[in-house]
């Protein structure tokens, strides 16, 4: 059974960073592009980070400074970095698998979504 978990989300104060992981099962997580979107409120979701079966590692401009994207092969999971966070930040975060060879930041690459966790950053 394929499934994507997402945990670390939470209400945190702004300039600090949190980890969000996501614990993957039903397949090894390096056999997939794997990925972070977010969705604020009110807003579409967009594409945060991704990385590729071979570790490529792409960000979107607006988060390539404070975001890191990291895989860890031994623990079947996904991870996303957040340092100096803002009120703007907050959002629910997801977890997303694409194909084995197309990776990318749009929504129609995906084909496993996570079920998202909250991360609220307050001033």
């Known amino acids: 059974q394929v499934q994507l978990v997402e945990s670390g989300g939470g209400s945190v104060q702004a300039g600090g960073s949190v980890r969000l992981s996501c614990v993957v099962s039903?397949?090894?997580?390096?056999?997939?592009?794997m990925a972070w979107f977010r969705q604020a409120p009110g807003k579409e979701r967009e594409g945060v980070a991704y990385?590729?079966?071979?570790?490529?590692?792409r960000y979107t401009d607006a988060v390539r400074v404070r975001f890191t994207i990291s895989r860890d092969n031994v623990e079947n999971s996904l991870y996303l970095h957040i340092n100096n966070l803002t009120p703007e930040k907050t959002a629910i975060y997801y977890c997303?698998?694409?194909?084995?060879?197309?990776?990318?930041?749009?929504?129609?690459?995906?084909?496993?979504w996570g079920q998202g966790t909250q991360g609220t950053v307050s001033s």
């Open positions: 997303a698998a694409g194909s084995p060879s197309i990776c990318g930041l749009r929504s129609g690459l995906i084909n496993i």
């Open positions: 039903g397949y090894t997580v390096s056999d997939r592009c």
């Open positions: 990385v590729s079966c071979g570790g490529t590692t």
